[in-house]
Nanobody
Framework: QVQLVESGGGSVQAGGSLRPSCAAS????????LGWFRQAPGKEREAVAA???????TYADSVKGRFTISQDNAKNTIYLQMNDLKPEETAMYYC?????????????????WGQGTQVTVSS
């Protein structure tokens, strides 16, 4: 059973940076995608960034050029470097593991979720 534990959320002012991380355990070869989603109050969960087992990355258009997803295979951990944060990006950020890497920051197929980490951006 895959387990995902996020950390590193927090509160910043607009224009600031955060770097949440997600540690994966029980990871199996059948899950080729790790990624980040976010969900703001009253809104649907949306894909942000994803990375495949070969290091291929994809991003939502809204975060390209500002967010970077990376992985440390030795630690089974992924990171999301978020720069130039905007107030509208305030949300719960969830780590996800799934079978398939898609475009636009999407992971899909038997998806497993972490518990989430809150990111708050003030204006």
């Amino acid at each position: 059973q895959v387990q995902l534990v996020e950390s590193g959320g927090g509160s910043v002012q607009a224009g600031g940076s955060l770097r949440p991380s997600c540690a994966a355990s029980g990871y199996t070869y059948s899950r080729d995608c790790l990624g980040w989603f976010r969900q703001a109050p009253g809104k649907e969960r949306e894909a942000v960034a994803a990375i495949g087992s070969d290091g291929t990355t994809t991003y939502a258009d809204s975060v390209k050029g500002r967010f970077t997803i990376s992985q440390d295979n030795a630690k089974n951990t992924i990171y999301l470097q978020m720069n130039d944060l905007k107030p509208e990006e305030t949300a719960m950020y969830y780590c996800a593991a799934a079978r398939v890497l898609g475009s636009g920051g999407l992971c899909y197929g038997s998806i497993v979720w972490g518990q989430g980490t809150q990111v708050t951006v003030s204006s």
